[in-house]
């Protein structure tokens, strides 16, 4: 909206805002870290210069974006929560859901990003990586994730698994849908990274993941 000059108007954040801000900025840059109590509601009014109905409001802001939980009382407080996955992934899920978003187009969207993650893994396995990957073997919802975590791109790891997250925890019929068990496909893998072979594993995961598609009839309904 542009004022009647023709300039648009530059919105002021408010003080709530601006303490959010700081405290979140400590958060992220991992200043603070999971369960750690913030100080006092005195300390950081005297901090902040700010009246408790403002800092009040941000610990709102916080809560709402799962930073902080604040427990009430003479032994309560507001404790630090690090940003997680899950809850992006969740977020996300409500949102395709909202748009109804068929659940196909997820899947459409992990055969591009997580086939991926499986060559990159072959390409720079460690023996260590070798390990974690025979321990979760039989479990394929971690065998995925695994997969995933040990390529070693963070950027590709937390959409990979929020697309693996999204598919799920979604519902199909009010039932969730159920997981993959290929555990010859998920011994196939194992031999591939082993072997470092970085075209064979992404030719087989991404075969895999359409043996497993979601059909393509199905909405994002995320489990409540």
Partial sequence: MKAQDGK?????????????????????????AEGDALPSETVLMEEFGVSRPTLREAFRVLESESLISVRRGSHGGAHVHVP???????????????????????????????????????????????????????????????????????????LAGMLETIVTTTTRGGKPLPSDCRLDVHQQLIELVEARDAAGAELLWRDHLEDHAAPRAGLVEVVR
């Fill in 8 to 32: 648009t108007p530059v919105r002021v954040p408010k003080t709530a805002e601006l303490v959010a801000r700081n405290l979140r900025s400590r958060i992220v840059r991992r200043q603070l």
């Fill in 84 to 158: 997680d996955g899950d809850l992006a992934a969740r977020y996300a899920g409500f949102v395709l859901e909202h748009q109804q978003t068929p659940l196909a187009d997820v899947s459409e969207a992990r055969l591009i990003v997580e086939p991926g993650c499986a060559g990159m893994l072959a390409r720079s396995r460690t023996a260590a990586d070798l390990k974690q990957l025979r321990a979760a073997l039989e479990h394929a919802t971690s065998f995925h994730r695994l997969v995933v975590e040990l390529a070693g791109n963070e950027t590709l790891g937390i």
